[in-house]
């Protein structure tokens, strides 16, 4: 504020001094008076910058709650993982089962060894199944 009184002071004096110019310095000291000011910042380090213990907190429980969801994550994806791979192996099992036991009946109902078959449940009764020789 120091500076612009020093120039209004000064504008004043020009103008007390040569009356050509008073209405041009009148017009611009007016400017001058009204302009804002502008705060004189002082410098600023931010290479280092310390949090205050709320918003430290704040960030330190939030990194928290990541590092235990993280991990509970990949707790879960391992263990979906174990079940994933212990119910493919029962569907083999299953599998392997079901193809036995269709080998074992079809001798039993002298099924054509040469031929294929598939399994159909029956019109009548749909617990009950049948082979059906599929047309070559």
């Known amino acids: 504020?120091?500076?612009?009184?020093?120039?209004?002071?000064?504008l004043d004096k020009?103008?007390?001094d040569n009356p050509e110019?008073?209405?041009k310095l009148s017009s611009v000291a007016e400017n001058l008076e009204n302009e804002p000011?502008?705060?004189?910042q002082e410098e600023f380090d931010d290479s280092y910058l310390v949090l205050?213990?709320?918003?430290?907190?704040?960030?330190?429980?939030l990194?928290?709650?990541?590092?235990?969801s993280i991990y509970s994550l990949g707790a879960h994806v391992r263990d979906m993982?174990?079940?994933?791979?212990?119910l493919l192996s029962r569907v083999e099992?299953?599998?392997?089962?079901?193809?036995?036991?269709?080998?074992i009946l079809k001798e039993k109902y002298r099924c054509d060894p040469g031929a294929q078959y598939k399994v159909e449940r029956t019109k009548e009764n749909n617990k009950i199944l049948a082979f059906v020789k599929k047309k070559d």
């Open 1 to 10: 504020m120091a500076v612009l009184d020093k120039l209004l002071e000064i």
């Open 14 to 16: 020009v103008k007390d």
């Open 21 to 23: 110019l008073a209405e």
């Open 37 to 40: 000011e502008e705060e004189i």
């Open 52 to 61: 205050n213990a709320e918003d430290s907190d704040k960030i330190l429980s």
């Open 63 to 68: 990194d928290l709650d990541l590092d235990k």
């Open 81 to 86: 993982e174990l079940i994933k791979k212990s």
């Open 93 to 103: 099992d299953l599998k392997a089962e079901i193809e036995s036991q269709s080998k």
